[in-house]
């Protein structure tokens, strides 16, 4: 099987994996500089980088990569540590690179006006593969989207019908209207989608949470929903307001774990109401 043909596979089907890489070899290795091995998302293997304890050590660490979706590189001393020592030892050093397959970053956004048509063009630049859905023909057409990956025209409940978004999707939601801002979210909640957003002011994002979990729905399901979506970098204009919600996106894409400024109330609201590390006042000692 061709590693490569399979890494593209996986991709297609949404999958994820880790490709090991030799990167650096000194001395005699039971393997060749450049070899690679693929792990699949279900521990499956494509490919060897030698065998024995080093191939068990890089598949775990390939399993981690996975998951942090970040690279790693490891060193082995084929020499000096016992633990590599499977008979197929030569006793040579390497070093092997893990870099995580990712599916494609899918983007999903639903409405065609002024703010959709400059977050595509942002959201494209910064490498995500965009769909358009409006149910109206003269906004959501190839004209205005010439580049996108799909651009759907129809009722906004039939085409999310058609859609499956998966861990690695990314769903906006930008129509004309309440209405169908809050058709959208009540289908978009109930996906695996990796972030969630919805234009709006407070008042009205309180009211359709309010709305929908009157509906039945558990007030937790909202808790992953950017809204008002993206950055508070000031954004007025749809321009900027495309340039906030792109650097949102890719927040959530490289799972930046430190405090950003979210445009979302709701996200500024937690942060706040969490307890404060208070510093103990120090007794003055007696003498």
């Known amino acids: 099987m061709d590693l490569y043909e399979e890494i593209v596979r996986l991709r297609k089907e949404g999958r994820r994996g880790a ?14 500089k450049t070899a690679k091995m693929l792990v699949r998302d279900d521990g499956s293997i494509v490919g060897t980088i030698g065998g024995g304890c080093v191939e068990a050590e890089v598949w775990q660490a390939a399993r981690e990569v996975m998951e942090s979706e970040k690279p790693r590189t490891l060193t082995f001393d084929l020499n000096q540590d016992p633990k590599n020592d499977t008979g197929l030892v030569c006793g040579g050093t390497l070093e092997i690179f893990v870099e995580p397959v990712l599916p494609p970053a899918d983007l999903y956004i639903f409405g065609a006006g002024h703010v959709a048509a400059s977050l595509y063009k942002v959201a494209r630049i910064a490498g995500f593969d965009v769909t358009i859905i409006d149910d109206r023909e ?64 407070k008042r009205k994002v309180i009211t359709i949470f309010k709305e929908l979990q009157q509906e039945g729905l558990p007030a937790h399901l909202f808790d992953r929903v950017h809204s008002p979506v993206g950055l508070d ?36 609201h937690e942060r706040e109401s969490e307890p404060k590390s208070v510093e103990p006042k120090s007794t003055p000692s007696k003498i």
């Open 233 to 268: 970098i000031g954004a007025i204009t749809p321009e900027e307001i495309a340039v906030s919600i792109t650097a949102e996106l890719i927040a959530k894409r490289r799972k930046v774990e430190r405090d950003l400024p979210h445009m979302s109330w709701f996200h500024r």
């Open 19 to 32: 490709v090991a890489t030799i990167v650096n070899v000194r001395g005699s290795i039971p393997s060749f």
């Open 138 to 201: 003269a906004y959501a057409n190839r004209e205005r989207f010439p580049e996108a990956q799909q651009v759907i025209a129809a009722d906004f409940d039939k085409a999310a019908a058609e859609i499956m978004p998966g861990e690695s999707s990314y769903i906006v939601i930008v129509t004309r209207g309440h209405r169908d801002d809050m058709r959208m979210l009540r289908w978009a909640v109930q996906t695996p989608a990796r972030y969630i957003g919805m234009i709006g002011s």
